[in-house]
């Protein structure tokens, strides 16, 4: 099986920083994505950032230019820094990894529990 562990959620005012972190364990051979998703109250989950084992990165407009995604591959770990924040930006924020396991064919898609941001006017 494969686990998420995400933090560094939180309040912040507008303008702030906060950077999220997701670390991945388990029988994982490699990880090719790894991205954020979020989502609001009353809306769909939406792609925030994502960013492929090659290290290539595509961000929804609406961050774009303000939050910056990495990966640090040794730890199996994917980071969002999240700069400028609006209060637009507050939703919970979900980690997500396509995996290659051990001894089980194929990709294999998997979620974090999800941490809360919440950036006050």
């Known amino acids: 099986q494969v686990r998420l562990v995400e933090s560094g959620g939180g309040l912040v005012q507008a303008g702030g920083s906060l950077r999220l972190s997701c670390a991945a364990s388990?029988?994982?051979?490699?990880?090719?994505?790894m991205g954020w998703y979020r989502q609001a109250p009353g809306n769909q989950r939406e792609l925030v950032a994502i960013?492929?084992?090659?290290?290539?990165?595509n961000y929804a407009d609406s961050v774009e230019g303000r939050f910056t995604i990495s990966r640090e591959n040794a730890k199996n770990t994917v980071y969002l820094q999240m700069n400028s924040l609006k209060p637009e930006d507050t939703a919970i924020y979900y980690c997500?990894?396509?995996?290659?396991?051990?001894?089980?064919?194929?990709?294999?898609?998997?979620w974090g529990q999800g941490t809360q941001v919440t950036v006050s006017s």
């Open positions: 388990g029988s994982i051979i490699s990880i090719n994505s």
């Open positions: 960013i492929t084992s090659g290290g290539r990165t």
């Open positions: 997500n990894v396509v995996v290659i396991r051990a001894w089980v064919p194929g990709t294999h898609d998997y």
